[in-house]
């Protein structure tokens, strides 16, 4: 329970450590986020609160009241649903320039690291796959919808479990209304036994429990398969792109197909391709249907007990008969919650693990050595270089591409390095631009 | 954008493609998910009316089959509701898998069109407008077209049950919900009108972000940046690119935010007199309030019918530009199948003709003739080099040999038949051809020789060898069978571009065709690769037919016969030695590349530094 707890919290702390990424790139988005959870929160309850109370209204003969508590019903949807629409706007359009500066951060932080750095294939890797993941997930805006709705179901629960509980709580025989009940024989006391607050806890409790059961059982197998099915999405992708962009749509390709006759190589290989990409995109839909089914069997189970437990409490006179909708409305929904923060917290997991590369990435820093040294500068802005036993190692690399070389340009002095290709041609230019350091001393300029 | 093709035509088409791939089994699905889309909905607007109503009756003795009803009409609608997901889930499976299906006939028809229309710009935002059609993601394009259509059906269906529920209720709702829905469908057509004569603007901007976003990313741009400091300059230029991305969503989004808006200020209207009338006839006893839910219920679920039934319209008529575009690429640039001439024959091995009459070549756009009256003989056997300044136009005159290009004027003749008479896969078949940009796919090193998907083994392995590349396969761990790029394969081998080239002679080598054609294939290497590649082209060459193509006159000298373009004309023609006794454009060029190797640096016309 612990290590889940620590778990949990440290999922949190990097989902925390992105949305400051997006504070950064828009303060506006997250405040707008959290207003649109509090209005979603309290949609759904306007109407079955109100629409409660107009049914007990119509039942009971008060046909004017009625009326005034639909007026007030309809206004206040209309109020929320105008907020909503203008929430949607700027939210929508936030996201959008969310990812949009994203990837503009991303560039300028890759113009300013160092050129050692960049050319490290596993950072690019890292990053690549960083990106890819955070188109695939929506985009790193999908990030804050997904708080956003942790956020709007914590709030659904909260009013929900309020709800249930002056459900449960409700007594039989409360309501004097259904004068034809003072008549049943025999079941009045069985339904008075049944609709007890203590019984009516119990059994919402144990159908809740044996629902968290399934769902949390339910929610690691699917979770596995999700998983698994984020890390080769992009690989799939990247399996179209070559074949849409490096070779069919690329007009040296087709050159080359055509005057090589390849149509038939191309033709197969691409099928072949394909074929075994696609049993992939069918686990998508496979993983899908199996939530469904999953869902429906957890929320399925709770709501049949909702729905009995609610029928008995109107049957011992415990509530009114227009509270139907409102009580089986609140228990769906506080299961219904339940179940989306655990797979919301699945989410949150899985993007979270797919975007950290791209926040650690934009939390690197510049790792050349650069000095305070001020430059003597000549008239002439002609300056002199010296390698002063210089090496040079890409990352990764065993070999030295450059090893001990010792070298000076005196001010206008012409350089010319023939050499073969591979030959350290390019790495002599970017020791002298500056722009790479030495493996051990030193390039100098003065 | 003119539609060319009609909805129905585009989907009809459409399904036909998506049988093909699919059978017609999916069809059935698309039936029980209009099936059950609507009576779903109708189930779950009668459900409270129906629980209100079993209440409100005498419960004596009744209480166990009231329990037992609503119960069963609450998992009757929860299993149909989990079916229905899972029915829909399907559906959109089966579109997708589809989409991805219908790229094949889109790569087929783009590998044997016309290549010059391909690459002209007409052909390329052709083909741009067809790939997005099938590219751009499950909400748009060929696979939100198609699917449309089933749910078009389900929420017409919708519309037509519960138009008679409301028109129970009063005339003038439904009056004014009719009103109401055309309003709103005139607000829809704004925004989908909007967003089609948009649409080029906005994938032009969607390209221009990307390909900015992809250069600055490059690594091979990243000297310049750092050395020049450019980096503030091209964040501003990206932000301002990116700022014009989004202006195309902020007018979309705020014409949903006006249609939401409208939206409900309608449904607040709506529901407030149908509330009020329904009450109205519950208090004279006219309607009891099981028939009051089940027509709020009624009503609420014929606006939402309504309003997808305009969406879904809308949206059809979108996609439907999208569906133009792809059908019109797949029309466009075909080439007539050609029977081989009977005069066309050719014995193995021996070398062919290549006779240029006349020959004058104008790119599709262009003001002026790029080659202009070219007459050219190139004898079988002979090696001829061709050389000239950039832009004067020696590439286009091997695309025109090679047949990729049609002559605006004059005729090509191979062994005295026009190539244009020629079938293009048998004329290839007598032509290797080695380019600049060298192209390895992803597959293995003896399907990149061979250029087959079952190679002869033996005759690869051997052509490696003789381009002096077999040591290096050998040492790779699968040999002639390792992967090429990493594409597809991350365990695949990049070669370097000296190990690129060698691969190009194998594949030549093993084509073994009569003509030859290298078009500047060592422009990227060192003098010294590049003579070692010439001297292996020359130990292969033989008795074919060769056109060798550099503006390194060094390449030229194993050659018979040299001609030098120049403004897209022949200028001059003869061997190597007698060129550069003419002391013609040939002999100048020479003397330029030549000078800074000689030791006398005193050359007429050369610039002091």
């Known amino acids: 329970m612990k290590q889940r707890l620590s778990h949990l919290c440290s999922i949190h702390r990097n989902g925390f450590r992105l949305l400051k990424v997006v504070r950064q790139l828009d303060r506006n988005l997250i405040p707008l986020f959290i207003l649109q959870a509090v209005f979603g929160a309290v949609l759904p309850y306007i109407s079955i609160l109100l629409s409660a109370k107009v049914i007990d209204l119509l039942l009971t003969g008060s046909y004017r009241r009625a009326a005034y508590y639909t007026l007030v019903m309809v206004s206040a949807s209309l109020l929320t649903a105008a907020i909503l629409a203008i929430l949607n706007y700027y939210t929508n359009i936030g996201r959008r320039m969310c990812q949009e500066r994203l990837d503009v951060l991303i560039r300028e932080k890759a113009m300013e690291l160092d050129y050692t750095t960049m050319e490290d294939p596993e950072i690019l890797k890292a990053l690549q796959n960083a990106e890819a993941a955070t188109r695939f997930s929506g985009g790193l805006a999908y990030l804050v919808r997904i708080y956003h709705e942790l956020l709007q179901y914590t709030l659904s629960l909260i009013t929900a479990i309020v709800l249930t509980a002056s459900f449960c709580l409700a007594l039989p025989g409360r309501l004097t209304l259904q004068k034809h009940l003072e008549e049943t024989s025999g079941g009045t006391d069985l339904l008075s036994v049944l609709s007890h607050p203590a019984i009516t806890a119990g059994i919402l409790l144990l159908a809740w429990t044996i629902g968290l059961f399934l769902t949390k059982k339910q929610s690691a197998v699917i979770r596995a398969m999700e998983d698994n099915i984020a890390e080769k999405h992009y690989q799939a992708e990247a399996v179209f792109s070559y074949w849409a962009t490096d070779v069919i749509s690329n007009l040296e390709s087709e050159k080359t197909i055509r005057v090589n006759h390849m149509t038939n190589l191309v033709d197969t290989n691409h099928a072949d391709s394909y074929a075994q990409i696609k049993p992939f995109y069918r686990s998508m839909g496979t993983s899908d249907t199996l939530k469904f089914l999953s869902e429906g069997l957890e929320t399925g189970l709770f709501s049949i007990v909702a729905y009995l437990l609610v029928i008995l409490k109107i049957l011992a006179n415990a509530i009114s008969i227009g509270s139907f909708s409102k009580y089986t409305g609140a228990l769906i929904q506080f299961n219904t919650s339940f179940n989306k923060l655990i797979w919301a917290e699945n989410m949150i997991q899985r993007i979270v693990k797919n975007m950290l590369p791209m926040a650690d990435f934009l939390d690197r820093t510049n790792q050349m050595e650069t000095g305070s040294l001020h430059v003597e500068k000549r008239n002439d802005h002609y300056m002199e270089i010296e390698f002063h036993d210089v090496g040079f190692r890409y990352p990764g690399a065993e070999e030295f591409s450059l090893r001990h070389v010792n070298l000076k340009l005196t001010p206008k002095q012409k350089l010319a390095i023939p050499t073969r290709q591979r030959r350290s041609r390019p790495v002599w230019s970017r020791q002298a631009s500056g722009n790479s350091s030495p493996g051990f001393p030193r390039a100098w300029k003065q | ?609």
């Open chain 2, 1 to 609: 954008m003119k539609t060319l093709y009609s909805i129905l035509s585009n989907y009809r088409w459409g399904i036909q493609q998506y049988d093909t791939f699919l059978g017609r089994r999916y069809h059935l699905t698309d039936l029980m998910c209009i099936l059950v889309g609507v009576m779903l909905p109708f189930g779950e607007m009668a459900f409270p009316s129906f629980v209100i109503r079993l209440l409100e009756q005498d419960l004596r003795n009744k209480t166990f089959s009231i329990i037992f009803s609503i119960l069963l009409y609450a998992l009757l609608l929860k299993l149909a509701g989990v079916y229905y997901q899972c029915l829909n889930n399907w559906q959109q499976m089966n579109y997708f898998m589809a989409r991805i299906d219908i790229a094949t006939p889109l790569y087929r028809h783009m590998m044997h069109m016309d290549y010059e229309k391909l690459e002209s710009k007409r052909g390329q935002a052709k083909l741009q407008a067809a790939m997005e059609c099938i590219y751009s993601g499950n909400d748009y394009g060929i696979e939100c077209f198609l699917r449309s259509f089933p749910i078009i059906t389900m929420n017409l269906l919708g519309f037509l049950i519960y138009s008679f529920f409301v028109i129970r209720i009063s005339l003038w709702i439904f009056l004014y919900m009719l009103a109401s829905t055309v309003l709103l469908a005139l607000l829809g057509t704004r925004s989908s009108n909007y967003q089609t004569k948009s649409l080029p603007e906005a994938n032009a901007r969607y390209l221009r972000r990307k390909k900015a976003m992809d250069e600055t990313f490059e690594q091979t741009a990243r000297n310049d940046m750092i050395l020049y400091q450019a980096k503030d300059w091209l964040i501003d230029n990206l932000h301002h690119i990116c700022r014009e991305f989004l202006r195309f969503y902020e007018k979309t989004f705020g014409m949903q935010r006006t249609f939401e808006f409208t939206t409900a200020l309608l449904t607040f209207f709506r529901d407030a007199a149908v509330y009020l009338l329904l009450i109205h006839q519950v208090a004279e006893g006219q309607l009891t309030v099981s028939q009051l839910l089940f027509f709020t219920g009624a009503i609420a679920g014929y606006s939402v019918w309504v309003q997808q039934l305009t969406q879904y319209l809308q949206q059809a008529a979108i996609q439907n530009h999208m569906m133009t575009n792809l059908r019109s690429f797949l029309d466009y640039g075909r080439l007539e199948k050609l029977p081989e001439p009977q005069s066309f024959t050719r014995q193995k091995g021996e070398p062919h003709e290549i006779r240029l009459e006349d020959v004058c070549y104008r790119y599709e756009d262009g003001a002026d003739d790029v080659l202009s009256h070219i007459n050219l003989t190139i004898h079988p056997g002979e090696k001829l080099a061709l050389v000239g300044a950039n832009g004067a136009g020696k590439s286009t005159l091997v695309k025109l040999i090679l047949g990729l290009y049609e002559p605006t004027q004059g005729h090509i003749y191979l062994d005295g038949v026009d190539i244009r008479q020629i079938p293009r896969e048998r004329y290839y078949e007598e032509i290797a051809a080695v380019f600049q940009e060298s192209r390895i796919f992803s597959c293995s090193v003896a399907q990149n020789v061979s250029c087959q998907k079952n190679p002869d083994r033996v005759a690869v392995e051997d052509c490696l060898k003789k381009a002096g590349l077999s040591e290096k396969i050998n040492a790779l761990p699968q040999g002639i069978d390792t992967m090429l790029t990493r594409q597809l394969s991350p365990d695949g081998t990049e070669l370097s571009g000296g190990e690129t080239q060698k691969l190009m002679l194998a594949r030549a080598i093993y084509q073994n065709s009569p003509v030859l054609v290298l078009d500047e294939p060592t422009a990227a290497l060192d003098p010294i690769a590049e003579s070692q590649m010439y001297e292996a082209y020359q130990g292969f060459c033989g008795n074919k037919t060769g056109i060798f193509i550099s503006h390194r006159l060094s390449s030229t000298r194993f050659c018979d016969r040299v001609c030098f373009l120049k403004d897209g004309s022949i200028t001059e023609s003869g061997t190597h030695a007698s060129l550069l006794a003419a002391g013609g454009d040939y002999a100048q060029m020479f003397e330029i590349q030549a000078r800074y190797y000689k030791e006398n640096k005193h050359l007429k016309g050369a610039a002091a530094l």
